[in-house]
């Protein structure tokens, strides 16, 4: 079975910087899209980063600029870099997957080449780790 787990959450101060990091094991081929979300207490899992294979990747607006994500395929390992923290970026962190490879070239047209930041495209989920920015 697939499994995600993320690790590196930590509490830092406003103006820190975490790396986040997400392994896949379980299947032999990189998913397409890996992504990160977040949820705080209260509120709604909210899409940050995702990146499809090597390639293309979408951000969040509130995080542009500050958060960089990244895909080491062989590691089957996913990035977060997270820089210039402040308190509204304070959640528990989730890694997610939405299929896995290989996808013929006819299902790779259809699919596309972007990644959403929205939870019906993912498949796969970590277990979440706690990211908590103290003023």
């Known amino acids: 079975q697939v499994q995600l787990v993320e690790s590196g959450g930590d509490s830092v101060q406003a103006g820190g910087s975490l790396r986040l990091s997400c392994t896949a094991s379980?299947?032999?081929?990189?998913?397409?899209?890996m992504a990160w979300f977040r949820q705080a207490p209260g509120k709604e899992r909210e899409g940050v980063a995702a990146?499809?294979?090597?390639?293309?990747?979408t951000y969040a607006e509130s995080v542009k600029g500050r958060f960089i994500i990244s895909r080491d395929n062989a590691k089957n390992t996913a990035y977060l870099e997270m820089n210039a923290l402040t308190s509204e970026d304070s959640g528990t962190y989730y890694c997610?997957?939405?299929?896995?490879?290989?996808?013929?070239?006819?299902?790779?047209?259809?699919?596309?080449?972007?990644?959403?930041?929205?939870?019906?495209?993912?498949?796969?989920w970590g277990q979440g780790t706690q990211v908590t920015v103290s003023s």
């Open positions: 997610a997957a939405d299929v896995f490879g290989p996808l013929s070239d006819d299902a790779l047209r259809v699919r596309g080449r972007h990644c959403l930041l929205g939870t019906p495209a993912y498949s796969w």
């Open positions: 379980g299947k032999t081929y990189s998913s397409y899209c």
């Open positions: 990146q499809f294979l090597l390639g293309n990747t």
